[in-house]
């Protein structure tokens, strides 16, 4: 079980998601964004960060890093995806998953642990959750407010398609209080909250995050 | 060389945090009979004489600006 | 005053042949005897290029002038014993202590007041940036940030304006660089109502036998300037020898700005560029840029090299137009870094700034000799013993004086106040805990990031903050930042130690053992006899608590002239404590409460 | 209801590391002949009609500018 980690020029949440990763029991391989290459890995994560510093919109820049064209390649073919943070906000800007994110309501970023409703349990890296489950994981960025045109949500609402949503507070001005959502065939998964901050209770709120990562391995053995 | 300008706004109905954040605090400054704000992003290039309005076109839709919540113009203005 | 006509450069050549032209060294700061010390170490008036490096490294700020011979106590109070775990103290970029298992780590504050009352997001954005890569030249890579800030009321008008740029500033810089923010003080007294405090705290850890320490040696061995590119950034005071009738194209040149901005993307690119530059071992010696700039850092890494250093300025990657080498030379642009490469490395070290897309190019070469040579298209513009620059600057012994009410203050004691009754005592508990600086300090810290990279155990609300610094052995370390103004100005000596002591108490009770302390003095003008008091106090309290505690002072900062006219600041000297623990499960989270039945212990008197 | 715009730019000579940012990344994209690229603010306000000039121009230096660090333009347009 390999999963490609991407790194961008900016990106900060790499070691984090690739030591999720290896909790899971799974084996990290780290991919450059310059490499027209996947090393033939099962899955990616596209981490988070400040991509190119986030200068003129969070994932603008790096969407046209030539490892993308790959991730979108591979991603249209099945392989599973997750976007956390800025991977995200990269993922929208490829178009893989619909939407934008915009500067939070309150204009300040925003570090604070964020109790989610887990909405679907059906995508790739979901299923280790029970539908409706609570989990606790940090959220931290600046520009975390999820916007689309009413279609879009309705769509997305139709189709069961938002993965998590915020419980309580409103932290950032989120359409429906979205957190992440999922492609239609469930294999890309973006949300901005960090699951793999919290895979372990002494350097994390919880352990609860370490359900995505597990859920991929469980997909991908099963696949 | 050529100088562009590409101005790109927030649609109209997506929320526009920054902007609406400017008009609540303006009566509070003082200034009154601002009734809305809207804040976007101002590019300045100067561009070789060959790119043509086509190309910038492309330049703004497919980088500058996010079609999906924003809008644009590209002019080109005396250097 | 000018000193340039047309587009000519003051040369060296130049400076021989106009003994007595006049020279705008007093709008620079100089004093006349220090105008007159340059003269005699060249033998003739100095250069304009001359005179802008000299202007910046006497400056307080960089030479240490009015605060040496304080400092110096530290060192006579440090025994060898204190020193056994220290690689590198006061002197270097930044104090290193041995942590055990093979680890160093690195850590030092760092003051940037000034700049951030004039440009808030800015000012507090640099300061960070300055002393990442402060820790960064050590050859350590950068962990964690902490941000001890100082604030007028909290309901003062420029309190709005200062207060969120700071943080935001803070944040912004600290949370793109990915480095947690795992601690930090936030106070508010009037005496900052015109001089916030902006402190910023960086550690970083390395394996011991990757220290690097600033210097430039081996003859023939190249320099390397890497990161952005120099514009005219933060040379407001230079700007006076830019001659009147300089002609830009676009017409003359306005008032130059003194503000720096960051851009904190380029600093993270440029910490993982260094950091891979370290691990292929090709090296020799790194200092980064800060203030003074490159003046700085060549005369720097060439006093403390073994030869002499030349430096062909015209190959400095510029941002702006038609600057001039004293310009050049004084610039503070942010993001930059110097290294000295054997030539047969020099390949593989373009090769690794082209991976990261920094910019590096070749300045000049370590030479023969003892001198600094500085030359513009083979012009010499400047050429000095760097050690006349870097380190013999002029030394003050400022007059002192015990503050007049200092015995009025004292005798105020607490026991002359009334006594609240019970019903009194209830509303002082209320009013304390709605005060400013007692209430939550959420609106800063949730603006930080604390989990990125996954190594914080500890961050707010804990006393101190607590990084993991080897995953596989979960060894860590603590940290701390404390001061009381209030204590330290109804007793230098005792505040010290105080803050000192509260530091060291945070990093205790969090399961660490403390083992080092940094330090960032902020006080008034030194001008001012009663503040040089102040000063001269408590760098003893703190020194002699040190001593008492057997913990070494291993680096720190010096911030003065922070007053608003006539009224200094509360003397507010920063203590930061670093611990050790050998396992971060071990640690000891702030607080009670966690479970039914926990037995409250009140420990000392 | 008159419609005003305000255009905020860094100075020339502060360092932009956003407009830089998007210089840089043209070429990678394929759009060659963009030499300089300075990204700023684009605000657009509706006033009341009795909002003079003067209390425009000190919205724009007092509060959408930061004069420290950057310039401005004002001016009215076609609603
Ligand atoms: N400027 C700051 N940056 C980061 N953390 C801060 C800052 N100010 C306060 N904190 C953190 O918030 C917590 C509470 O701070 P404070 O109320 O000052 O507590 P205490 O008085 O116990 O030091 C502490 O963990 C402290 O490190």
Same mark, same amino acid.
């Given at each position: 079980m390999r999963v490609g980690v991407i790194t961008f020029?900016?990106?900060?949440?790499?070691?984090?998601?690739?030591?999720a990763v290896r909790y899971a029991g799974g084996e990290a391989v780290s991919l450059w964004h310059a490499d027209h290459d996947l090393k033939g890995v099962d899955a990616v994560i596209v981490p988070g960060g400040f991509s190119y510093g986030d200068y003129l919109r969070c994932g603008a820049i790096a969407r046209f890093a030539p490892v993308m064209q790959e991730v979108v390649e591979a991603a249209n073919k099945g392989m599973p995806v997750l976007g956390i943070c800025n991977g995200f906000q990269i993922l929208c800007e490829a178009h893989l998953l619909p939407g934008a994110l915009v500067r939070n309501s309150k204009l300040h970023f925003v570090c604070r642990d964020q109790w989610l409703r887990v909405e679907n349990n059906e995508t790739a890296w979901t299923t280790r959750y029970d539908r409706g489950a609570e989990i606790l994981v940090p959220l931290k960025s600046g520009e975390g407010g999820y916007q689309a045109d009413q279609r879009t949500l309705d769509e997305l609402e139709g189709e069961g398609r938002v993965v998590y949503r915020y419980v309580g507070e409103d932290p950032n001005g989120s359409r429906n209080g979205i957190a992440g959502i999922t492609s239609a065939n469930g294999r890309v998964v973006g949300l901005m909250p960090h699951p793999e901050h919290a895979i372990d209770a002494l350097t994390g709120p919880t352990d609860d995050g370490l359900g995505m990562f597990l859920s991929l391995v469980d997909s991908v053995v099963k696949a | 060389m050529a100088r562009v300008v590409v101005d790109v706004m927030p649609k109209p109905e997506i929320l526009d945090p920054q902007g609406q954040a400017v008009a609540n605090a303006l009566p509070r400054l003082g200034f009154d009979g601002i009734t809305t704000v809207r804040q976007g992003k101002h590019f300045e290039l100067? *561009?070789?004489?060959? *790119?043509?309005?086509a190309t910038l076109a492309k330049i703004a839709e497919t980088f500058l600006a996010n079609p999906v919540i924003e809008d644009w113009v590209v002019r080109r203005v005396e250097a | 005053m000018t000193v340039n006509t047309g587009n000519t450069v003051d040369t060296v050549e130049n400076a021989e042949k106009t003994p007595d032209q006049e020279q705008p060294y007093k709008e620079l700061g100089l004093k006349d005897d220090e105008y007159a010390r340059i003269?005699?170490?060249?033998?003739?008036?100095?250069?304009?290029?001359?005179?802008? @490096?000299? #202007?910046?490294?006497?400056? &307080?700020?960089? #030479?240490? /002038?009015? #605060?040496? @011979?304080?400092? /110096?106590?530290?060192?006579?109070?440090? !025994?060898?014993?204190?020193? +056994? /775990?220290?690689?590198?103290?006061?002197?270097?970029?930044?104090g290193v202590v041995d942590i055990g298992d093979g680890w160093a780590v690195t850590f030092k504050a760092e003051s940037h007041n000034h700049p951030s009352y004039v440009e808030p997001y800015q000012g507090a954005a640099t300061g960070v940036g300055g002393i990442v890569r402060d820790i960064l030249a050590m050859g350590a890579r950068p %962990?964690?940030?902490?941000?001890? =800030?100082?604030?007028?009321? +909290?309901?003062?008008?420029?309190?709005?304006?200062?207060?969120?740029?700071?943080?935001?500033?803070?944040?912004?810089?600290?949370?793109? %660089?990915?480095?947690?923010?795992?601690?930090?003080?936030? @106070?508010?007294?009037?005496?900052?109502?015109?001089?916030?405090?902006?402190?910023?705290?960086?550690?970083?850890?390395?394996?011991?036998?990757?220290?690097? %320490?600033a210097h430039a040696s081996g003859t023939g061995n190249k320099i390397i300037l890497f990161g952005a590119r120099t514009g005219l950034d933060g040379i407001g005071g230079v700007s006076v020898l830019a001659s009147e009738t300089f002609d830009d194209t676009a017409g003359k040149r306005k008032k130059l700005p003194s503000v720096q901005v960051g851009d904190p993307f380029t600093e993270k690119v440029l910490i993982e560029c260094c950091l891979e530059l370290f691990a292929e071992r090709i090296v020799v010696g790194i200092q980064d840029l800060g203030g003074a700039g490159l003046a700085c850092a060549t005369s720097e890494l060439a006093s403390a090299g073994d030869g002499g250093m030349r430096v062909h300025l015209e190959r400095v990657p510029l941002r702006a137009t038609g600057m001039?080498?004293?310009?050049? %030379? #004084?610039?503070?642009?942010?993001?930059?870094?110097?290294? @000295? $490469?054997?030539?047969?490395? =020099?390949?593989?070290?373009?090769a690794v700034c082209a991976k990261w897309d920094v910019i590096a190019t070749e300045i000049?070469?370590? !030479?023969?000799?003892?001198?600094?040579?500085?030359?513009?298209?083979? &012009?010499?513009?400047?050429?000095?013993?760097?050690?006349? $620059?870097a380190h013999e600057g002029p030394v003050y012994h400022r007059p002192i004086e015990r503050p007049a009410d200092q015995d009025a203050l004292q005798a105020d004691a607490p026991d002359r106040l009334a006594r609240p009754s019970g019903d009194e005592l209830l509303e002082l508990v209320k009013t304390m805990a709605a005060s400013p600086n007692l209430a939550s300090k959420r609106w800063v810290t949730q603006q930080y990031d604390r989990y990125v990279r996954g190594g914080t155990v500890l961050a707010q609300p804990s006393d101190s903050g607590m990084i993991r610094i080897d995953e596989s052995t979960r060894r860590g370390v603590a940290l701390s930042t404390d001061c009381n103004g209030r204590y330290t100005r109804l007793d230098p000596y005792a505040g010290a130690q105080l803050a000192l002591a509260e530091a060291y108490r945070n990093v205790a009770t969090s399961g660490a053992t403390p083992v080092a302390v940094t330090n960032c003095l902020n006080f008034g003008s030194p001008e001012d006899p009663a503040v040089m008091w102040q000063f001269e106090q408590a760098v003893k309290g703190l020194a002699d608590g040190c001593a008492e505690l057997g913990i070494p002072v291993t680096g720190g900062n010096?911030?003065?002239?922070?007053?608003?006219?006539? !009224? +200094?600041?509360?003397?507010?000297?920063?203590?930061?404590?670093?611990g050790v623990i050998d396992d971060v499960r071990r640690?000891?989270?702030?607080?009670?409460?966690?479970?039914?039945?926990? !037995?409250? =212990?009140?420990l000392g008197e």
């Open positions: 020029p900016g990106t900060l949440d790499d070691v984090d998601a690739a030591r | 100067e *561009v070789a004489d060959d *790119v043509d309005d | 003269k005699e170490i060249l033998g003739r008036r100095p250069t304009d290029a001359e005179l802008a @490096v000299y #202007s910046v490294m006497w400056s &307080e700020h960089c #030479s240490y /002038k009015s #605060s040496k @011979v304080h400092l /110096k106590y530290f060192s006579d109070t440090t !025994t060898d014993e204190m020193r +056994a /775990k220290m690689l590198a103290g006061i002197g270097e970029n930044a %962990l964690a940030v902490m941000d001890p =800030l100082r604030f007028g009321p +909290a309901d003062a008008p420029d309190t709005r304006r200062v207060l969120p740029g700071i943080v935001a500033g803070v944040g912004g810089y600290g949370n793109c %660089l990915g480095l947690p923010n795992i601690g930090g003080e936030v @106070v508010f007294d009037a005496t900052y109502a015109g001089n916030p405090l902006v402190n910023a705290l960086c550690v970083g850890a390395m394996r011991v036998e990757d220290l690097h %320490l001039t080498p004293a310009e050049i %030379l #004084s610039s503070e642009s942010q993001e930059r870094m110097c290294a @000295v $490469v054997r030539p047969e490395d =020099l390949d593989a070290f373009m000049g070469e370590v !030479t023969e000799g003892d001198r600094l040579v500085i030359t513009w298209h083979d &012009e010499v513009v400047l050429d000095v013993p760097p050690r006349t $620059v010096v911030s003065f002239y922070n007053q608003t006219g006539a !009224t +200094a600041i509360l003397p507010t000297p920063v203590v930061g404590v670093l640690r000891i989270p702030t607080g009670i409460g966690a479970e039914a039945g926990e !037995t409250l =212990l009140l």
